[in-house]
């Protein structure tokens, strides 16, 4: 397998501790984001929305960084399943999951960013609150959800689809100085993930960054 | 089943098209995003969020309109199948619908478009090059995609999620006048959808507006 990676992408992030939970090999192939080569030739045959990342399985190539966690799980069930059994359980990952895979990290991520310096002459503070502003609207509403759901993780005390979605999106939270002080259940579900070694071998400090 | 509801919104209207497409009963009950009912305690109890859609089915409150489809093709398998068999398969269709629901949808829904306007001054034409910039940036890559995978429909010839997440889409696209003569590809399969009853009972038309 060869996963076109970037180290900083959350969305590459979040395969990269999926591909280690399952306890897969995978080459990494670094497609740098600041070097555009992300707009590439040869990256847009890959994956059409010239993002990372994308995943090489044999003949199949595959985007979008949900879409491949579910593909994984499904493909490779032998080792940690990402969702539990219960379909209402299910449900309930895939909702949190998706809060942050949807709600929180496409709004803030480089393109958007550089859409509102350059199109609409947001300032650097105005960025930051932008950034900060989506964070706390998904935080705020997940951090009950996880009243209902969590135990050491976002779903009980199994590692789900949600903790692969949160773990690089609180990485990012920190990255842009939100205050996560506010969200007790967040942080110790994400303590209890980055402890875990297919975690922390994802981290981005861990990765080769050109 | 109750499903909490707004004519207009996109990702209400995913759910609507998935129920009929199970052919199930439901209630809809209106949340009004205009009146902003979506902030009451009542709806913030059922989705911390402040979203809509909600599902509630029995005693269970869903939320995140992805999640709640891909519930609802596992509670109710008997029914038309959301996702191909193949697990490969499977993986492109559940691309081509994340691709419309975190990279186009979250980006110019209401919340966003307000936030440009209060918070960053941006004029009326601001935003529509906003809205129009990123219903490009995404549909010219599923037009791409879809020439490797449309027949009928977005995979083939069946109707799949990448259909249920398209199609409200498109609806938004032409409100918010993007130049939709550049996909023939969605707008064959666009047209294939609304022809169809379960497409065509969701549509925002007709639905309860209040």
Redesign the interface.
């Known amino acids: 397998m060869i996963l076109y990676d970037y180290y900083r992408s959350s969305a590459a992030y979040r395969v990269r501790i999926a591909l280690n939970l399952k306890e897969l090999d995978y080459q990494q192939q670094t497609v740098s984001l600041v070097a555009g080569e992300q707009r590439s030739a040869e990256h847009l045959a890959r994956?059409?929305?010239?993002f990372v990342p994308a995943l090489q399985d044999g003949e199949?190539l595959?985007?979008?960084s949900?879409?491949?966690c579910?593909?994984l799980d499904?493909?490779y069930p032998e080792t940690r399943s990402f969702l539990p059994s219960s379909?209402?359980d299910?449900?309930k990952v895939?909702?949190m999951?998706?809060?942050v895979?949807?709600?929180i990290?496409?709004?803030n991520n480089l393109?958007?960013l550089k859409?509102?310096v350059s199109?609409?002459g947001?300032s650097h503070e105005?960025k930051t609150?932008?950034y900060q502003?989506w964070v706390y609207?998904?935080f705020?509403?997940?951090e009950?959800?996880l009243d209902a759901n969590a135990g050491d993780f976002c779903f009980g005390d199994q590692v789900s689809l949600a903790d692969i979605s949160l773990v690089p999106q609180v990485y990012n939270a920190h990255r842009f100085e939100c205050d996560m002080s506010r969200y007790p259940n967040i942080n110790r579900v994400n303590e209890n993930c980055i402890q875990l070694k297919p975690f922390m071998m994802a981290h981005p400090d861990q990765q080769v960054t050109e």
Chains 1, 2 share one sequence.
């Open positions: 994956n059409p929305q010239g199949l595959l985007t979008q949900m879409a491949i579910e593909y499904e493909r379909i209402a299910r449900a895939r909702a999951a998706l809060l895979a949807c709600d990290h496409p709004l393109r958007m859409y509102l199109e609409l947001a105005q609150d932008w502003h609207q998904g705020d509403a997940l009950q959800m």
